[in-house]
């Protein structure tokens, strides 16, 4: 997806409006307020509207208050879901075995629109809440330049002496900025259509357990119920379109199936992961249903998609899932195996029946009008379509250089044993 293209913006106008990415908790309460009182700028809080749960006339009453002189809510569910979660899952994206990406393909989408607002605004700053440690820094403004290179961008956490949660919360208590974090509870939530991420706090030390009371979407996997549950999902190149014989648009798709997959405590990964900027850092994540529409979408691939088209397809997932962790998403290289990706999904189209129980999710079942699996080649019953004997040219075809080098090595031991024979000999002589 190529980003909208803007017009620069005059430096007469540069500093008099700031577009701040605003989630109305603590690190952006705090940064609204001191851009203010820094900049001495008009401060116009942006927020996306990503599912994140929250009341968001509470979010805007609360950022007025904090002193923003315009809120701007838009909601981009289903833009989410369509144009970048469906795009990284056709990719099979998942960053280093675990991650399924949900804060990461997030970000740019939300830059996206942050910069629209800039443009409409006649803003010449955008601001972020994002931490100098963090990878979401350089997503955000990967993001910012790509679509208007002459931006000014602010990142209050690589300018200010505030230098954690605890002179934030002591911060905000100055300024009367009520904010749900506490250092009791010090951990960080990023919530969206797609997961929940937890960070920080008591999930700093790698070996803590993370609290039970602490997860949202799901429940343990051993308060799930005793009786496994069987659902359907439809998918159509490479998109799925319906849960159970029920058509829903993308983002009701994936509430449905959050909601399936937490009552089966489903999508719970514990990770320390590699971030960007060179550390690494521990993140607890839920996504049910993005859980179960991987293992889905793997499934029906299976049984359409040609196999070395699939085995080039899967050598590209590392990078791919890389450049959505970085924060490339507006990239000519994501552009180009965007393109491939959707290729490659051309055929991808039937159904796969998965088994959730206790945290599982297993495919039990996958059909296609579009299969490339027949049963008349694979069955070990007798056959009229496949000559077995066909396969023993097939085998020493393609065992002739694993034989040549085996009879190379054969020569090469003959050898050695013939100089030690001959070394011998002429001891026996002397």
Same mark, same amino acid.
């Given at each position: 997806?190529r980003?909208?293209?803007?017009? &620069?913006?005059?430096? =007469?106008?540069?500093?008099?409006?700031?577009?701040l990415?605003? *989630?109305?908790?603590?690190?952006?309460?705090?940064?609204?307020?001191?851009?203010?009182?820094t /900049?001495r700028a008009?401060?116009? #809080?942006?927020?996306?509207?990503?599912?994140?749960?929250e009341?968001?006339d509470?979010?805007?009453?609360?950022?007025?208050?904090?002193?923003a002189?315009?809120v701007?809510i838009?909601?981009?569910?289903?833009?989410?879901?369509?144009?970048? %979660?469906f795009?990284?899952?056709?990719?099979?994206a998942?960053?280093?075995?675990?991650?399924?990406?949900?804060?990461?393909?997030a970000?740019p989408?939300?830059?996206k629109?942050?910069?629209?607002v800039?443009k409409?605004e006649r803003?010449g700053?955008?601001?972020?809440? =994002?931490?100098g440690k963090?990878?979401?820094?350089?997503?955000?403004?990967?993001s910012?330049?790509?679509?208007?290179?002459?931006? +000014? %961008?602010?990142a209050?956490?690589?300018?200010?002496r505030?230098? *954690?949660?605890?002179?934030? @919360?002591?911060?905000a208590?100055q300024h009367?900025i009520?904010?749900?974090t506490?250092?009791?509870?010090?951990?960080?939530?990023?919530?969206?259509?797609?997961?929940i991420s937890?960070e920080?706090?008591?999930l700093?030390?790698p070996?803590? $357990?993370?609290?039970?009371?602490?997860? %949202?979407?799901?429940?343990?996997?051993?308060?799930?119920?005793?009786r496994?549950?069987?659902?359907?999902?439809?998918?159509?190149?490479?998109?799925? @379109?319906?849960?159970d014989g029920?058509?829903?648009?993308? #983002?009701?798709?994936?509430?449905?199936?959050?909601?399936?997959?937490?009552e089966?405590g489903?999508?719970?990964?514990?990770v320390v992961?590699?971030?960007?900027v060179?550390?690494?850092?521990r993140?607890v994540?839920?996504? &049910?249903?993005g859980?179960?529409?991987h293992?889905?979408?793997? =499934?029906?691939e299976?049984?359409?998609?040609?196999r070395?088209?699939?085995?080039? +397809?899967?050598?590209l @997932? &590392?990078r791919f899932s $890389?450049?959505?962790? /970085?924060?490339?998403?507006?990239?000519?290289e994501?552009?180009?195996?965007?393109?491939?990706?959707?290729?490659?999904?051309?055929?991808?189209?039937?159904?796969a029946?998965?088994?959730?129980?206790?945290?599982?999710?297993?495919?039990?079942?996958?059909r296609?009008?579009?299969?490339?699996?027949?049963p #008349?080649?694979?069955?070990?019953?007798?056959d009229?379509?496949?000559?077995?004997?066909?396969?023993?040219?097939?085998? +020493?075809?393609n065992?002739?250089?694993?034989?040549?080098?085996?009879?190379?090595r054969? +020569?090469?031991?003959?050898?050695?044993? *013939?100089?030690?024979?001959?070394?011998?000999?002429?001891?026996?002589k002397?």
């Open positions: 997806m980003p909208l293209a803007m017009g &620069p913006i005059s430096r =007469a106008e540069e500093m008099n409006k700031i577009v990415a605003y *989630s109305g908790g603590l690190d952006t309460s705090v940064i609204l307020r001191w851009l203010i009182e /900049y008009e401060v116009i #809080a942006f927020c996306a509207d990503l599912g994140q749960g009341e968001l509470l979010v805007r009453e609360k950022a007025l208050k904090t002193g002189s315009k701007c838009k909601d981009l569910r289903e833009e989410f879901v369509r144009d970048f %979660v795009p990284c899952l056709k990719a099979n998942v960053y280093e075995g675990r991650y399924l990406l949900g804060t990461s393909m970000r989408l939300i830059a629109h942050q910069m629209l800039a409409k803003a700053a955008v601001a972020h809440g =994002a931490t963090g990878n979401d820094q350089v997503r955000f403004e990967l910012y330049y790509a679509i208007d290179p002459r931006i +000014r %961008v602010i209050p956490w690589r300018e200010w505030l230098r *954690s949660r605890s002179d934030l @919360i002591a911060y208590k009367r009520p904010v749900p506490t250092k009791a509870r010090p951990y960080s939530i990023d919530r969206n259509l797609f997961h937890f920080g706090g008591v700093e030390d070996w803590q $357990e993370p609290p039970e009371e602490m997860f %949202v979407l799901s429940v343990s996997p051993e308060k799930a119920p005793d496994p549950a069987y659902h359907e999902i439809e998918f159509r190149d490479g998109v799925p @379109i319906a849960v029920k058509r829903l648009s993308p #983002a009701r798709l994936v509430e449905r199936l959050n909601r399936i997959g937490g089966h489903v999508g719970r990964v514990d992961e590699n971030r960007y060179g550390m690494k850092s993140g994540y839920e996504t &049910p249903g859980t179960i529409l293992a889905a979408h793997r =499934a029906v299976s049984i359409t998609m040609d070395e088209v699939m085995h080039l +397809r899967d050598s @997932i &590392p $890389e450049l959505v962790y /970085y924060g490339y998403w507006f990239s000519p994501m552009e180009l195996l965007q393109r491939t990706i959707d290729e490659s999904q051309r055929w991808v189209t039937g159904t029946r998965v088994k959730l129980y206790k945290g599982n999710c297993e495919v039990v079942g996958r296609s009008g579009a299969s490339l699996y027949d #008349a080649f694979a069955t070990f019953e007798r009229e379509v496949y000559r077995q004997k066909d396969a023993e040219g097939f085998i +020493r075809l065992a002739l250089r694993l034989r040549i080098r085996a009879l190379r054969e +020569r090469e031991v003959r050898g050695a044993r *013939s100089e030690v024979r001959g070394t011998k000999g002429k001891r026996a002397r």
